[in-house]
């Protein structure tokens, strides 16, 4: 057999599939043609074994704590460049030279206002309504403003769409705020950076003007930079088989954003600091939520530990963790949350139950206490995700539809009844 196959032996029948490798020596088999040569399927339920795609945009390596965008080391984006510089480099393929990105700057500057009319949909949402449905609801209303942004009409047009979504979304996410709390909105300003924008927009009012503190800026630029795109997670594959059918590509992006609010996924974030202060309230009882973590009965979980992908540690934890250390220290903040996480990712990180299951602190374990740091409300901080993860999600769909778009639409194996007449039933 050549080295490039893989042999499988199915109803008598010797089949030949090949073996496909990217460019980092990950294999699959291809069986794109199973069915049609053996009327077999395979099955994975959630998608434990499966890849749904080839793709360039970002490669991680869940057994070496890898993660590289376009092929650059996070943590070197992390350290050296801005978020708007990664959002490029996700959407192009490259890292933006000083004219490539006063361009896109401008256009997200130019994309930044949210349209008139769109500003009274806000007053429609019941008092205490989720941040989240509340931003995947305005997304999705862009798709009336803007009703021919799908993948057949869209090329020419990509550019200005991406920005207007980068850019909106953090206008839309600041007035939300604003209106939960009372508080006329505030208009993105065209001179400030992305990062100080938001922050201007979210926390400035007539009575009490903000003054941007740069360290702040700094650790949410990071923060984004560590968000935006982390290959086929959930949010992700939401966009790409949405996308597939040749959704507009606003009513996709308010899928994704649906998606990650679930707590398994980017709403974890919310649901860690809810679980630190339960603790706290409780009077710092480590240990008695490690046991309910370890109970197969218990449906508690350790929130902000574990992932799908990562068995060894996750990148970006390590450094948001240390991010968290610098920015308490310079605002000369104490949270007792801080030593509670400490303590309990110290606890766990040396306990069977955990080490067996190489479960390690994930992107959102500490990152609410950066968000809670910065004056950002709880139910924000998975709207903060979302701000990070559009460039991935935009990259994801845009990749999907220059290869030619195939709607994706998985088999199942049923396991219902046979055939059963209705008149068997009904006498
Ligand atoms: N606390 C306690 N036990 C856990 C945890 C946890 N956080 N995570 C996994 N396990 C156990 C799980 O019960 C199972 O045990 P057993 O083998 O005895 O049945 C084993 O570890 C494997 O877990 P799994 O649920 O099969 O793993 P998964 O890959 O399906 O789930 C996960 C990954 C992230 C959903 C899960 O680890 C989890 O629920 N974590 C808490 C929620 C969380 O922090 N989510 C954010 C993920 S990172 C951000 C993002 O990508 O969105």
Redesign the pocket.
């Known amino acids: 057999m050549s080295e490039n196959f893989a042999e499988l032996i199915i109803g008598g029948k010797k089949l030949e599939l090949p073996i496909v490798e990217g460019t980092e020596g990950e294999k699959a088999i291809d069986i794109s043609s199973l069915r049609r040569e053996s009327g077999f399927i395979t099955i994975d339920p959630?998608f434990?074994n499966t890849g749904a795609c080839f793709s360039k945009i970002t490669f991680i390596d869940g057994e070496k704590g890898i993660l590289r965008y376009r092929g650059i080391p996070v943590q070197e984006l992390a350290e050296d460049a801005s978020f708007i510089e990664t959002a490029y480099l996700l959407l192009h393929n490259e890292f933006p030279n000083s004219d490539q990105l006063e361009c896109f700057s401008k256009l997200l500057t130019e994309h930044s206002m949210l349209h008139e009319d769109m500003r009274h949909f806000f007053d429609g949402f019941p008092r205490g309504a989720h941040p989240m449905h509340i931003l995947s609801t305005m997304i999705n209303a862009l798709s009336t403003f803007y009703p021919n942004v799908d993948a057949l009409s869209l090329i020419d047009d990509i550019n200005v769409t991406a920005a207007r979504l980068i850019s909106v979304v953090r206008t839309m996410a600041a007035f939300a705020y604003k209106k939960s709390i009372g508080e006329p909105v505030v208009y993105p300003s065209a001179d400030d950076s992305y990062c100080a924008n938001f922050l201007h927009m979210m926390f400035d009012s007539p009575v009490k003007k903000y003054k941007v503190d740069k360290d702040i800026v700094k650790a949410l630029n990071q923060l984004l930079i560590l968000h935006a795109d982390?290959e086929q997670?959930?949010?992700t594959t939401t966009v790409r088989t949405i996308g597939s059918a040749q959704v507009n590509l606003y009513a996709t992006i308010s899928a994704g954003i649906s998606a990650?609010s679930g707590?398994?996924?980017?709403g974890?974030n919310q649901?860690?600091m809810s679980m630190l202060e339960s603790i706290r309230q409780d009077g710092g009882d480590i240990e008695k939520y490690i046991t309910m973590?370890?109970d197969?009965e218990d449906p508690f979980?350790?929130?902000?530990?574990?992932?799908?992908v990562y068995k060894n540690f996750?990148p970006r934890a390590t450094i948001i963790k240390e991010t968290c250390h610098t920015l308490l220290n310079k605002l000369e903040i104490e949270d007792e949350l801080l030593g509670i996480a400490m303590q309990l990712e110290e606890v766990a990180l040396e306990d069977p139950?955990?080490v067996k299951?190489k479960?390690y602190p994930?992107?959102?374990?500490y990152s609410g206490i950066i968000y809670k740091a910065m004056g950002i409300p709880e139910n924000m901080f998975t709207v903060m995700?979302v701000l990070g993860r559009l460039p991935g999600w935009i990259a994801h769909w845009k990749e999907m539809i220059s290869k030619g778009i195939k709607i994706a639409r998985p088999r199942q194996i049923y396991t219902g009844k046979t055939l059963t007449h209705l008149s068997d039933i009904v006498k």
Request: aromatic fraction near 14%; charged fraction near 15%; hydrophobic fraction near 45%.
């Open positions: 959630s434990l982390h997670n959930c949010s990650l707590p398994l996924h980017g974890a649901a860690v973590a370890k197969a979980r350790l929130m902000g530990f574990g992932h799908r996750d139950y955990f299951r479960l994930n992107v959102d374990f995700f």
